[in-house]
């Protein structure tokens, strides 16, 4: 167990992670950022926590990209197993975090981060089971197509763009979750499979 732990970086890259998730959560919760929107022609304030959720994604791609293919291959434990309680792991943790947080700053936004790293992570575990290491790109994507395409107005977003509506909205909670549910299950199908 503390090989495989070591080899996914669980102890350096993940814990750190997910500790500087918080800590920039905590920091950043209120700050807006101004970028183009290519929907409407007005200000297009980002909240600078909507981009967060990328730093549990990614580290969490990488800690699982981290193998040595052919000892997991040949051996009998199994992998597939511990990858998928790591991705949960993980994200599970990130969520507790972020609701403390959350209770700390009394802010919406920071609900919204949690709801967003289960969306975030379930696209990326998603992504990287079709695509292989090459699928953390497609949480990026899905973000800057969100701000540049995802605006109705200077206060409101179209209703695909669940990353960046408000906390309480029902579709946006269920689209996280089904959609990392749906990681979690191709994490535990490929997890043998991936280069």
Not at 22 to 39: F, G, I, K, N, Y
Not at 81 to 92: F, H, P, Y
Request: proline share 5%; glycine share 6%; charged share 10%.
């Amino acid at each position: 167990m503390t090989w495989w732990l070591k080899t996914r970086l669980v102890p350096t890259v993940l814990a750190g992670a997910l500790l500087g998730h918080t800590l920039l959560l905590l920091a950043v919760w209120d700050w807006t950022v101004v970028l183009p929107s290519l929907s409407i022609d007005q200000r297009n304030d980002i909240p600078l926590a909507f981009f967060l959720p990328l730093l549990v994604a990614g580290p969490l791609a990488h800690c699982l990209d981290s193998r040595q293919p052919h000892t997991e291959l040949a051996g009998i434990r199994r992998i597939a197993l511990r990858d998928t309680l790591l991705a949960v792991s993980a994200v599970g943790l990130s969520l507790l975090l972020t609701v403390l947080a959350a209770c700390a700053t009394q802010s919406d936004i920071t609900l919204q981060a949690a709801r967003n790293v289960l969306f975030v992570t379930g696209l990326m575990l998603t992504a990287r089971a079709v695509l292989g290491r090459s699928g953390i790109v497609v949480p990026l994507l899905w973000i800057f197509t969100v701000v540049l395409f995802g605006r109705r107005s200077t206060s409101t977003f179209y209703s695909w763009a669940v990353t960046a509506l408000p906390s309480d909205t029902a579709h946006a909670a269920a689209a996280a979750a089904l959609l990392f549910i749906t990681g979690i299950c191709a994490t535990y199908l490929t997890a043998r499979k991936l280069p």
